[in-house]
């Protein structure tokens, strides 16, 4: 990894923020743009300090890239210069002065060029105009969102949460309840909230406390299935919510019923398996169980079944021909012994 030379065309002797920066940088940009500026600040002219991309990321707890978009975002501001090698590797980096007049007109330029570089630039590239008011929520559930995952967030994460917003019409407290609600459970992944958001919305849920009443049903449902096959201190796996989906809503399974075939599951093979388990339920679902009691009768046909001898097929007795004597058989002249006896005689 190359040491980075980090210079300035301004010196001081104390790590100085300006009132420019705060007033018209500081506020639009990304929080995690705004640490590594000033880290860069605090270090530009400490010559002891082992300046790398990779030990900047380590002491900012974010990663590599996160601190290259930082530097690409900067540049774009006209607050730093890169210089690279032809490998394209950043070997100095060089601060420059505020320019007040010339902020507005970069950050178009920024926007058009760098749309990954923050959240609202993203979103004016990307989607089309809003009003003040919805830019206003959609920049605070992006905010929220932040805390949330603990992380700056991708192009990706920028697009599905502006999709719940604004193709699902979810308000700013329901998609706060959804990224709260995700990562309490575990749940990080923007694809796994992308996926309880359409669940959702395919629900009709709207509000807040229809989301809670929902969210207090699944957790039930979960908690219920995982402490059944003794999984304990995680949240179901996004194949494993499927299949407690389908037992659940689209067969309409009670949870004692469930529970009762992941118990057979358990002794049957001493192990979880929703796979096994959904083969017990999907027997049962054809035979139309509705209740614990309509279990029996299955059980009691099977045993049954279980308990009459194959049938096999009639044979007659083949007669046998073996030689049960010990010596061979042979052929006597009884005439011809009986003289031979008188002749002795």
């Not at 300006?18 to 600040?41: C, P, R, S, W």
């Not at 402490?227 to 037992?247: C, H, M, Q, V």
């Amino acid at each position: 990894m190359n040491t980075l030379k980090i210079s300035s065309t301004f010196h001081t002797d104390a790590t100085l923020i300006t009132n420019d920066f705060i007033d018209h940088h500081m506020i639009q940009a990304n929080g995690e743009f705004v640490k590594v500026y000033l880290f860069l600040l605090r270090h530009q002219n400490d010559a002891s300090f082992h300046l790398t991309v990779s030990n900047i990321a380590d002491c900012l707890n974010n990663t590599e890239n996160d601190i290259l978009r930082a530097f690409r975002y900067w540049e774009s501001e006209g607050l730093l210069t890169l210089t690279k090698d032809s490998s394209n590797i950043i070997q100095a980096i060089e601060l420059t002065p505020f320019h007040t007049k010339t902020v507005s007109d970069k950050r178009k330029v920024s926007s058009v060029k760098n749309p990954e570089f923050s959240s609202e630039k993203s979103l004016e590239k990307k989607q089309p105009p809003h009003s003040a008011n919805s830019k206003k929520e959609l920049k605070s559930v992006l905010f929220i969102a932040e805390q949330y995952l603990n992380k700056t967030l991708t192009l990706t994460d920028i697009e599905s949460i502006t999709y719940f917003y604004e193709h699902l019409h979810m308000s700013v407290d329901l998609i706060e309840y959804l990224i709260e609600s995700c990562v309490e459970a575990g749940h990080k992944s923007i694809h796994y909230i992308q996926k309880v958001a359409l669940s959702w919305a395919e629900s009709g849920i709207t509000t807040k406390e229809q989301a809670r009443k929902q969210s207090s049903i699944y957790h039930k449902n979960c908690y219920t299935v995982l402490k059944a096959f003794g999984i304990k201190n995680r949240g179901p796996a996004l194949s494993e919510l499927a299949f407690i989906e389908k037992w659940t809503e689209e067969w309409g399974f009670s949870l004692d019923i469930i529970v009762e075939a992941c118990n057979r599951t358990i002794t049957a093979t001493h192990q979880p398996s929703f796979e096994y388990t959904d083969t017990i339920l999907s027997k049962w679902h054809a035979k139309q169980v509705h209740h614990l009691k309509d279990i029996q009768p299955l059980d009691a046909a099977y045993q049954k079944q279980k308990s009459i001898p194959p049938v096999s097929a009639t044979t007659t007795p083949k007669v046998s021909t073996k030689n049960h004597n010990n010596f061979k058989r042979r052929s006597y002249d009884m005439d011809a012994l009986e003289k031979q006896l008188l002749n002795r005689n």
